[in-house]
């Protein structure tokens, strides 16, 4: 719209995307000329392309007023004390090594073959949805499962596939995931509120288990393909013990849903997982928070959970800085007028299936970075389906759910193929191929897009 157009660039508002360009070029550089990925280096990407695409605005002060005035929104300052408080319960779950503690039960069952990648694939669910960070689950999962997978005859690119799948599954699901988070929060009813992350959960949970279920039977039927059975037992680290950490999950999640209130969440959670770990002898109470007098610096597990989750925050501050810019210059509602305008979009299933197309390609675009993507269109998403009367639950599901499937796992251009391939020397299309839950994910959006399976109307 006309008159919300603040900014006026040299040159149209085409060059309102310069900061957009800049930080694609650094995903790029990170992911296909480096092989590497840290969010410090993508938040700088953000923060250059910032200062480099004030260069082309008419006026510099301006340019980082609007900037500014989108990291100070209400949504911005929303996910940026959630995500820091979810940084601590993330770390928590992490330094109680519960994945060591299904790697025993598999053990103790005597699975192997397709049913240990199925397994694997059901415990990797589990644990992202705990942590709500697809990365840091990979990180944690795939030095312990793969190598057992390896000795109990799985396929390596199933395996590697199914780490990936559990990752993303996660990321997609959890009440403390940063895409979930960015998701509730981008979607607004009409009177201006974000939609609760507990709502969003719950209507959430019917998606990705229609596509996780046949993701689990697929595993178990073709994780064997490929595998050679070595016999014996595996010889990873196993704690049984650590499987008492899912007690504050499930506590975590079941107020998260039933208040709809993260935060009471997260405190019960925090709460109950200090008192389940330190009973179980999983930590210490040094391991809570406690002084390091050798450097003059606090340690534990609230403190690296803070740290951990910083450059995620760096990142989400680089990124609304960037959108207040864009939505000033009226380049975000250029792109929701002209999805509005199409033929496509005359109803709310065409409307939906054109919002997957500008998911996908912003997702591709942003490396697979989907807290990037989503905050991206997010803004875009939220005026179309507005107009539509599409329920922010709906919106909030399609947002995650189309960024988490398949332009999340591009060979190439996506950092959720790289860690695999780069953690397990497969192919980066070996490990996108195996990576089922994407495929299926991806397909359950597209049928209830044109059927309208799960759409809620907001009156």
Known sequence: MEENKTLEFRGGMALSLVPVAIYVFFCIVLFIGFKAFNMEALAVGGFIGLLIGGLFCKSYSAYWDSAIKGISSITSVSVIIILLLVGMFSQLIKICGIS?????????????????????????????????????????????????????????????????????????????????????????FKDGHPADIGGVVVSRLRYSLAAGIPAFLLFAILGGMGGTYQGGAIEAASNPRTLFMLIPVVLMLFVSTKTRNIFAGILVGLSVGTVVGLLAGLFTFADVFANDPANNVAVGYLIDGINGILPTVALVISVFGIMGVLTDAGMLDSVANAILDSKMAKTASGAEIACMIGISATTILFGGVTSASILTFGPILNKIGSAKNIHPYRRANLLTGTANSLPAIIPFLSVFVFIGSALTGLSPVSVAGGTLYAFTLFLVFLIASFTGWGRMMEE
Request: aromatic share 12%; with cysteine; charged share 5%.
């Open 100 to 188: 060591s503690g299904f790697v025993w039960l598999a053990n103790s069952i005597g699975l192997k073959g397709g049913l240990f990648v199925a397994f694997t694939f059901l415990a990797t669910c589990i644990v992202s949805t705990a942590t709500g960070s697809s990365i840091g689950t990979m990180f944690i999962a795939f030095p312990i499962f793969y190598p057992a997978g390896m000795i109990l005859g799985a396929g390596p690119m199933w395996m590697a596939g199914c780490i990936v799948s559990g990752g993303i599954f996660g990321d997609n699901l959890a009440p403390v995931s940063d895409t979930t988070i960015a998701s509730a929060s981008t979607q607004l």
